[in-house]
Every structure is written in structure tokens, then in C-alpha cells.
């Protein structure tokens, strides 16, 4: 404390601190607490003693002309900053934030070359580190200095559990927690000696700026308080010149910023998250600085009731267990607390029995932890960020950090609203849910969604912000600029089906126009195959969400039109890349024109699959065999139409990589065939036999990758037939086919009739050998 002003050098996010911090604010009673943040949050940090307002939580200052230019300012309850907040709050004490503003911090990165980019720590520094400089964590020197290797473990010793003990009184004294203050102060200072601006150039800027604002408070006020990441506070301290400090601050680069605050998660707080300020454990961090007391033995309480939650046997005793062997590990390690290391460890061995995986969900549910902060309604906010809180709060859809599964019946009002307003904001690239395959059953009724919240979604609406004041109208607009925009016609079938799904009808005259138009322009057969899928997906989305689909229906039917006809000629002549890139064009336009349900048109599309299926000059082995099969599942190729075309395809006069091809092709729906058929596995038993040495080798990759497909069963039992030979020798005596009984063993198999009836939801009374009753 010199002159008036207490430098309170904290570390950002670290419990200790912020207990030190009000402890120190309680001795020495300021006037004014000064806080390193940007000064454009002097205008809602009032916010933070509204009752709404519950951290993690973050400000965010974002460029108002260029909404991607943004930075994060974060804290957690246990954050000194945000406890010097509380605590003015209190007290009716003025806090001002003193840091570099925004209005410059956020153009630093062209102005200062640094290479850096993205949150902000609470001092205001974006985060990242692009610069070859080496860079210092203080933190990790002090810990290295004192013989440590483990700059965590270093700081829980000497921060964190000072004067903590399992019950231990939890109250600091004033007068030790400023002298504690000083003694970070001199450590930093020698520090600051040893490593200059430690690789951070900017610094010395917002050093100027933070030494500005104080002189600026101490001509206000008598006392001043002031809460600063510890590393700035010699800079502080250093005896500088006004005109010095205010040449620093000539021509920086400024903009016009908004400012407020946005839920923040713990996720995000952790160094994995990739935040520069970061800490490992904020959840472990939190209950340190909540705890009342006994901060071991509650720590393995919760760790119990997590484990329990998840169906693990652990009872009370594990816990007293995990305590004692904490305790010991912490008393053999010469640590004044057991702390996180000690409690993993004793978690571990008494908990997990040794094993990682229930670790990993210790670490990522309680050691990380998965808290979503939230801010009051009154908090500044685009247009768009507040009509998206309604959307939230209408259709019953809270933003969480943890992700959850979220099963939707599009049959129901309210989970179709929630649809539409998953698939807006998807198109507005905010994504906050992500489709996944449903456990609850498949069809066009049902849509599962992974759903987390991460805090940059607030950026990304406010970057949205320029397409609309609502989603909706933000999401059309997109979709209207995407559509007019697009240079492909996939590009634009893809946009027609997010429309639909997204319910837009205002953007679709401008999507099915362009749409039309792209169709018309576009000759090319594989383009063409390639839009058909998501257009026709589109005209069945439309008939289940009962949108009008009759346009789209209309250029769906015309473009398979004219698949049928350019087809056969795009194929001829392809290469082998060319020719497995049309085979995917063609299973997609197989799967779209069975949907589409028009018989006519379908009838045509076999037609087209006959001719690439007996045309041999020119056209690809891959195509011909895929086209076959295709034909033999629809059920318009006969078993003997199908052992003709592979007699022929593996005949002996087909070159080996040619044959190989039209195997891997036909082949590629399953091996079942091949089972089910003797002649189609005779005719590829035969055809492998024959390959000449030389050859062999070439045509191996194609074999394996093809019967690398296959299920191990029916890998298994193909062997098993190939083994026995054409002639299908009897098996041994007592045995059947390859997996089965000579007989069927009726007993056994009426034992499963129950079980099956549950899982197939009949309960109908049975017969007399446990069939249903008829």
C-alpha cells in the first residue's frame, strides 16, 4: 500500500485470492475499487448485484460494424475480481474498470502484430499465442524457484490452502492478507527484473492506461483499491510520468463497441477450452471456495453422489475410506491439505478400483464441471439475442452446458417449434443443437438433437444480428443471400431442404427461382445426381410438416428426367475414381426416386440400370455390378438374369482388375447374397480360383476392402462354405449349417417366445408350444 493505493495482485480465477481480496478490501475499507477490465463496462456493472445475474459470467465487447471482432471477459464466483465486485456492491462503493478499453483492445492484434486473437482475460488481453516470442507464466517460474514441478500443486500449497485446513476457520485476517499482497508484489517484482514484459509487448500499453486511471481516482478519492492481475502490479507501482504514460496512448486504433454481459460455463474457464487466462479445475476451484468447511471430506461426498447417479456401488464407507487415504497421501507428500492430486489418487483406489473411465466422468462433471452462468433480462442485447430468449423460454428450451439428447415428435406442437427453431439457427451458423441419429425409433416424425450451449453463440447472434431483429427474419434473409449467392446447383437443393425443415416460407420463392434456374443451366449428369437426394428429401420433409412441396415436387421429377436420359453416356469411359464417385451419385438417385413413389418415373430409372448393367464396352466393372445389385434388391433382376451377368463379368476372358471391380460393385450391399445363393458363391469361388498369380496382388485390395465390408458372421460363414466346396459335403455327424444344431431344439427356443413378445410389445395369450394364438 503506497500513496493512498492498495495493489491487491491476485491471480485470475484462483479462490485464494478472492478470499484474500476481501479479507484485504475488509482491513483497508477504499473509497473506490479499481478493477483491470475495459472501462465500457463501467455502464453495466451495476448488473452484477441484480439477483438474475449468477456466474460463470463474462462481458463481451464486440465491434458494433463487425460483430466477429470480439473479446471475453470472464469470471466465476470465486474470481477476486468478481468478489471485489460483490463486495463494493455491498457497500455502496464505486468500481470503475481501468484497463485499456475495448474501443482499442479489440484492433491490438493488426496494431501490435502479436498474432492474437479471440476471449479476452479479465485484464482484457485476448487470449491465443500466435507470437514466436517466448512467453512467461509467472505462476510456473515462482513454482519452479520453489522446487516444484507442478505449478498447480505449487499454487494450492501456497494459496489455496494457507490456513485451510479440514476444520480450519475459514475467516483470513486483514492485516496477513495485505501482507500476503506485499509479498506477491515483491515476488512479481524480481520477476518483472528477470523477464521485462514477460513476451507480452501489449502490456506496457494497458500499463499506461491502468496508471492514468488511478491517478485519475486518487485525485477523487482518499483510499483506492485496486484489483489487477499480479503480474501488472510493479508496473503499477513504478514511479512514471504522465506525458510518458499519455505518448504510449497516441494513435491506437479505435472503434465503436457495445458491451454486456453473457452466461459463461466452467467449461470454457478451463485451460482445455483453450482460454488463455485458464485454469485446469474451476469446479474443484469452486468447491474450495465455497465450502464451508471440511472441503476434502464434502469433495468425496459429491464425488459418492456422482458415482451413484450412474449405478456404481459406493457407499458411505468408500467415502470415510477415501478421506483418510487423501489425508495420508497429503501428510506423506508434505502438503498442508490433501488437494487434488491427493483426492484423485484416493478417489481412484477406493472409489473407481483403480480403473480411468469413472475418472474421466469425475473430471469432466465435477473436477471441470458443466455450470452455465446466466445474466438478468435487463442486461444490454441485440434485438436478436433478446426475440431468441423468447423463443427459449416460450417452447421450454433452457440453454445447458452439459449436453443432453433432446427426442422431438414433430407431431407436437411444441417439439415441431423447437425443430424450427434448432434448424434456424443451424442456418444462421449457430450451433447450438447438432442432429443425431434417434434411439427412439427412425422415421420423419421423430428428430433427436445434441444440445449444448457454448458461450461464443453469443457472438455468432451477434453477428447474425445484421440478417434480421427475430430469427426467423434473420434466418431468411440468410437463406436468401445463401441462395442468390450459391455456384452450385447441390449447393442450392442442400439450401431448399434446410428451408423446409427450418420452415421459411418467405425464403423459398427466391430458393426454388434460383433453383429452377441452376437446374436448366446445369448439363452435368454427376451435379445433377449429386442435387437430387436433398431436393427430394425436401418434397417428403414438405408433405410431413404440411408444406406446400408441389414445386419443388415438379423440378425434383424433371431433374430425375434427365438423369435417366444423360446417364448411360457420363458413365461410359470413367476412370476408377470417376467411376466410385458415380457410384455414390447413383445409390443417392436410387434412394430418391424410390421415395419420390412414382411408378413411372421408377420403371424408367430401372431401365437406366439395366442398360449400365449389361453394357460391357466401356462402361466400368464398379458401375455394372453396382447397378446389377441395385436391380437384384428392387426385385427386377431374376436369380438367373443375375448368375448370367457374373458368369459373364467373372468369366475368364474379363481382365482380373475388371472383375474385381464388377465383384466390389455388386457385392457392396452385403455378403448375405452369397450365402443365401450356392450358384453366385460357386461362380466367385471360381473366379478367384482362376486369377493368375500374376495378377493376384493387383486385384487384392479390391477383395479386401469389398469382403472387409462384410459382418464377421457372414465372413464366417462364407469361409465355412467355401471350405466345404461346391458339392456342400454333409457336415460331420450331430451337426447342421455353420452355427446350428442338426435339429432345432423346441424347448430352447420356446424359452426366448416371452422376452420376444416384450421387446415386440405383444402380450397376446400363445399356443401350445408357446406361439401366439391364432
Known sequence: MTDGVALLGV???????????????????????????????????????????????????????????????????????????????????????????????????????????????????????????????????????????????????AVEHRGRGEHADEADDGDDALAAFGAVAEAMGALREAYGDGGHPQDTVREAHMRLRIRDARREHERVAVVCGAWHVP????????????????????????ITWVPWTHRRLSRAGGYGAGIASPGWYRHLFTAPDRPVTRWMTKVAGLLR?????????????????????????????????????????????????????????????????????????VPLARDLAREQRRLRLKPEALEREVE?????EIDAGRSRLLHRLRLLGIGWGEPARSRAGTGTFRETWRLRWEPEWAVRVAEAGVWGTTVSSAA???????ATGATALAEVTGLAERCLLADLPGALPTVMRVLADRAALDADVGHLAQALPALVRSVRYGDVRGTDAAALREVAEGLAERICVGLPPACAGLDADGAAEMRGHVQGVQEAVVLLADDGLRARWAGVLRTLAVRDRGMPGLLRGSAARLLLDDGRLEAEETARLMGLALSAGTPPQEAAAWAEGFLAGGGMLLVHDARLLALVDDWLSAVPAAAFDDVLPLLRRTFGEFDAGVRRTVGELVRRGPGGSPEPAGEGAPGFAARLDQARADAVLPTLRLLLGHDRPTGPTGGTAT
Do not use: N
Not at 466477429?68 to 474470481?79: L, M, N
Not at 422431438?408 to 407436437?412: A, E, P
Not at 431468411?476 to 445463401?482: G, Q, R, Y
Open 408 to 412: 422431438l415428435d414433430l407431431r407436437k
Open 235 to 258: 508496473a503499477l507501482a513504478a514511479r512514471t510520468g504522465v506525458t510518458a504514460d499519455r505518448a504510449l496512448l497516441k494513435g491506437l486504433p479505435k472503434a465503436k463497441v457495445e
Open 309 to 381: 447417479e450412474e449405478d456404481l456401488p459406493v457407499s458411505s464407507a468408500h467415502v470415510i475410506e477415501a478421506v483418510r487415504l487423501a489425508d495420508t497421501l497429503a501428510a506423506m507428500r508434505g502438503r498442508p491439505l490433501a488437494g487434488l492430486g491427493e483426492t484423485t489418487d484416493a478417489i481412484r483406489a477406493v472409489m473407481c478400483d483403480g480403473s480411468d473411465v469413472p475418472m474421466e466422468l469425475i473430471r469432466d462433471r465435477l473436477v471441470v464441471g458443466d455450470v452455465l452462468g446466466e445474466v438478468p433480462d435487463g442486461a444490454p442485447a
Open 11 to 157: 491471480r485470475h480465477h484462483g479462490p485464494g485470492s478472492a478470499r484474500g481480496v476481501r479479507a484485504a478490501l475488509d482491513r483497508y475499507a477504499p473509497r473506490i475499487v479499481l478493477i483491470e477490465g475495459p472501462p465500457e463496462a463501467d455502464a453495466v456493472v451495476g448488473l452484477a448485484a441484480e439477483p438474475g445475474m449468477r456466474p460463470p459470467v463474462a462481458l463481451l465487447a464486440h465491434v458494433v460494424d463487425e460483430p466477429s471482432r470480439a473479446g471475453f471477459w470472464p469470471f466465476a464466483d470465486f474470481s477476486p475480481e468478481w468478489e471485489a465486485i460483490r463486495w463494493a456492491a455491498e457497500r455502496g462503493v464505486p468500481v470503475r474498470f481501468i484497463d485499456l478499453p475495448a474501443a482499442h483492445s479489440l484492433l491490438m492484434r493488426e496494431y501490435m502484430g502479436d498474432g492474437q486473437e479471440g476471449e479476452g482475460e479479465p485484464g482484457g488481453e485476448p487470449a491465443g499465442d500466435g507470437d514466436a516470442r517466448v512467453r512467461i507464466d509467472p505462476i510456473a517460474v515462482l513454482a519452479r524457484t520453489a522446487g516444484y514441478d507442478d505449478p498447480e500443486r505449487w499454487w494450492e500449497d
Open 476 to 482: 431468411t434473409a440468410k437463406a436468401e443471400d445463401e
